[in-house]
């Protein structure tokens, strides 16, 4: 079962920041906040990771409140490309001695970014 | 990068015909693969998972018999729906875990195959 919780839809506005939140009250200690997002009719594109600190990389930021109960992802300037479903999901971390990897997916956003 | 890729894309079968559908990691090896299946307009549900040289597992309510899984190689799996019904039609996608990090990911996704059954 997913153990997340994400607004159905949101609209943005090209250029503009897209702030999409997740709330995950049920996180364990050992798990992480993981983000997917899939573009219609492709595969999930994995786009960022964290456990407790704030993460960035070239596609987006991760900010995990202090708690880990919620998180926001944020796309600084969203461009057309970008309107996809995004997914929050929390797996336990990337570990190689793992049986990691079984995803299971919520309803997640569609976000649309508008010109 | 990583890359994962499905075979078809799409597929058209008739009703009760056996429908195979390829997934393979072509730059890396994958210990484990996973299978999913997602329905017009909804989410992605985990119907197996995959390790090499050895039976898959399946989530609960997916029919192991109706749904064959080998994962032969460090690079291939297949998944063969079995005798194929309309309600079968769906888009099925493939995940590999890599046995050894690649880049900033361990995870990789392909990118879906079709399936429509008439």
């Known amino acids: 079962d997913a153990k997340t919780t994400q607004p159905p839809s949101m609209d943005c506005a090209e250029g503009r920041a897209a702030n999409l939140p997740c709330n995950h009250s049920?996180?364990?200690?050992?798990?992480?906040v993981y983000w997917y997002r899939q573009i219609h009719s492709q595969g999930p594109q994995y786009i960022i990771h964290g456990l407790k600190n704030n993460e960035t990389n070239e596609m987006a930021s991760l900010i995990i409140t202090e708690d880990r109960k919620s998180s926001t992802l944020i796309l600084p300037h969203a461009t057309l490309r970008d309107t996809a479903v995004y997914y929050c999901?929390?797996?336990?971390?990337?570990?190689?001695?793992?049986?990691?990897?079984?995803?299971?997916f919520g309803r997640g956003t569609q976000l649309t970014v508008w010109p | 990068g990583a890359v994962v890729s499905q075979h078809p894309s799409r597929v058209i079968c008739k009703s009760g015909t056996s429908v195979k559908i390829e997934c393979r990691s072509l730059d890396f090896q994958a210990t484990t693969m996973f299978w999913y299946r997602q329905f017009p307009k909804q989410s992605l549900m985990l119907m197996a998972t995959?390790?090499?040289?050895?039976?898959?597992?399946?989530e609960q309510g997916v029919e192991k018999d109706k749904f064959l899984i080998n994962h032969a190689s460090l690079t291939l799996s297949t998944l063969t729906v079995t005798s194929a019904h309309p309600e079968d039609s769906s888009f099925y996608i493939c995940?590999?875990?890599?046995?050894?990090?690649?880049?900033?990911?361990?995870?990789?996704f392909g990118e879906g195959s079709r399936l429509t059954v008439l």
């Open positions: 995959s390790n090499e040289g050895s039976k898959a597992t399946y």
């Open positions: 999901i929390v797996r336990v971390g990337p570990g190689w001695g793992s049986t990691l990897g079984r995803l299971y």
């Open positions: 049920t996180i364990s200690g050992n798990e992480y």
């Open positions: 995940s590999a875990k890599a046995r050894v990090r690649v880049g900033t990911g361990e995870l990789f």
